[in-house]
């Protein structure tokens, strides 16, 4: 899988130098360039069917969009991923803690009806397959 990136990576660093020198010849066009400028447009064209050969290799692959709004605001793509599993992490402990609460009132809640309804409960257990509440 990486050899596909490494492939797609090169096309667009090719690319991108063509574009920067594209601007160079012209930013300072005279008509005696125009010959390197046909050139320059015929590589950015190759580089552009290039770059789509690539794509149908990677056709699998998503990016989410709040990746290309990191980009876009100059920050580093590699945050959204660390805060992204900071609040994996931080949802985690928050159902965690949820199940141990629910957990914790079953248990007691039995303990009450127990001691309410000790003939309904011994019922409960029964269809529960259990002779007495859990401790």
């Known amino acids: 899988m990486a050899e596909k990136f490494d492939h797609l990576e090169e096309h667009l660093e090719k690319f991108v130098e063509n574009i920067r020198q594209?601007?160079?010849?012209?930013?300072?066009?005279?008509?005696?360039?125009?010959?390197?400028?046909?050139?320059?447009?015929?590589?950015?064209?190759t580089g552009l069917q290039d770059i789509d050969k690539c794509r149908q290799q990677l056709h699998d692959i998503t990016v989410p969009l709040e990746v290309f709004e990191y980009i876009d605001q100059g920050r580093n793509p590699q945050l959204y991923t660390k805060e992204c599993l900071e609040r994996a992490l931080a949802k985690n402990e928050q159902v965690k803690g949820k199940i141990d609460t629910m957990k914790k009132f079953k248990s007691l809640?039995?303990?009450?009806?127990?001691?309410?309804?000790?003939?309904?409960?011994?019922?409960?257990?029964?269809i529960w397959g259990e002779d007495h509440p859990p401790s």
């Open 109 to 126: 809640l039995i303990q009450e009806l127990s001691k309410v309804f000790p003939e309904d409960m011994a019922k409960y257990w029964s």
């Open 22 to 45: 594209l601007g160079i010849i012209v930013s300072d066009f005279q008509p005696s360039s125009q010959a390197g400028l046909n050139q320059k447009l015929n590589f950015i064209v």
